[in-house]
């Protein structure tokens, strides 16, 4: 049975293929990163966190968009405008700590 060798370029590419993931690794923890949170953010599996809207109505945007600017839509985006802000301040006092 004839016996293939390896070519140079078939070395590198893997030495590469075990190195490189390595080398990202040790980088990524030396400037504080979690490389695997970072892998799969690149490949779209990371999970967003659960927030419980159960209390907020949201409009469309397509309730404001047809509206005519009256007195009552502007009073209305005011309140959520500033519901939002509350909920905003809430999430990130919670999470400063």
Same mark, same amino acid.
């Given at each position: 049975?004839?016996?293939?060798?390896?070519?140079?370029?078939s070395?590198?590419?893997?030495?590469?293929l075990?190195?490189?993931?390595?080398?990202?690794?040790?980088?990524?923890?030396?400037?504080? *990163?979690?490389?695997?949170?970072?892998?799969?953010?690149?490949?779209?599996?990371?999970?967003? *966190?659960?927030?419980?809207?159960?209390?907020? @109505?949201?409009?469309?945007?397509e309730?404001?968009?047809?509206?005519?600017? @009256?007195? *009552?839509?502007?009073? *209305?985006?005011?309140?959520?405008?500033?519901?939002?802000?509350?909920?905003?301040?809430?999430?990130?006092? @919670? @999470?400063?700590?």
């Amino acid at each position: 049975m004839p016996r293939t060798k390896l070519t140079g370029f078939s070395r590198l590419l893997i030495f590469l293929l075990f190195a490189l993931p390595i080398v990202y690794a040790g980088a990524a923890y030396y400037n504080g *990163e979690d490389p695997v949170a970072n892998v799969k953010g690149w490949l779209g599996m990371d999970q967003p *966190e659960q927030v419980d809207n159960s209390d907020a @109505t949201v409009p469309s945007e397509e309730s404001y968009r047809d509206a005519p600017a @009256t007195f *009552e839509n502007v009073q *209305e985006l005011r309140e959520e405008n500033d519901r939002l802000r509350r909920e905003l301040a809430r999430c990130q006092g @919670t @999470t400063a700590s």
